[in-house]
């Protein structure tokens, strides 16, 4: 590590007095990268151990708001924007991975990760000195919009998913294509929230 290094620093600093603001993007997007893919580790683990946790009782509550029949690839199930539906296996047994219980676990997966996310990408990230209180209002503002946004997209794929491959499998499908998208849209919001070089 020492020897990379030694041989990464002088390039580095090269680059970031021939291209200042090139670099800066790079470091932004590096650690923005860095820590984005931090938080979804701890995403899936809350998607994958939470529900179970939370056990078939809630996995067979139905929560979902609203409500649209629809019939895609040969699967029936019902999309909405808030809730998930609830799960069942060939004999018509509750099947944990849907229902209350994973709305449960997603959000609150979602919300600890952003928790943790919001400092790390304001103070490393974008080294802004800005309202932190303001900051955290638009950032929740933000959260909860694109989290409506991915709701309403993994309810269009995912009972179809759970149709065919086991909870975890698309759990891992859920957490990177739900990180993807807020990933994408989140480092133009933070460039808008995190003002570089603001004084507090």
């Known amino acids: ?14 680059f970031q007095q021939k291209h200042p603001e090139a670099a800066k993007w790079v470091y932004q997007i590096f650690y923005f990268f860095v820590f984005s893919m931090g938080v979804t580790i701890v995403q899936y683990l809350f998607f994958t151990f939470m529900p179970e946790i939370l056990g078939k009782e809630l996995a067979g509550t139905e929560f979902m708001w609203p409500q649209k029949e629809l019939h895609l690839f040969g699967v029936d199930f019902t999309w909405s924007l808030l809730g998930y539906n609830v799960l069942y296996d060939a004999s018509g047994a509750v099947v944990i991975g849907g229902g209350l219980g994973y709305f449960i676990s997603y959000e609150t997966g979602s919300f600890i990760a ?27 503002i933000a959260w909860v919009l694109i989290s409506l946004v991915c709701n ?3 309810n269009l794929w995912m009972p179809i998913a759970s149709a065919y491959v086991a909870p975890a499998v698309y759990n891992i499908l859920v957490t990177f294509i739900t990180g993807g998208v807020s990933m994408i849209i989140f480092f133009f919001v933070f460039k808008i929230i995190f003002p570089e070089g603001e004084q507090r």
Do not use: V
């Not at 590590?1 to 090269?14: H, I, L």
């Not at 919001?118 to 802004?128: C, D, E, G, H």
């Open 1 to 14: 590590m020492q020897q990379f290094m030694k041989w990464w620093g002088p390039k580095w600093q090269d």
């Open 114 to 140: 952003q928790c943790i996310n919001f400092p790390l990408q304001r103070n490393i990230t974008f080294k802004s000195h800005g309202n932190p209180f303001y900051q955290a209002m638009w950032y929740f």
């Open 152 to 154: 309403g997209f993994n």
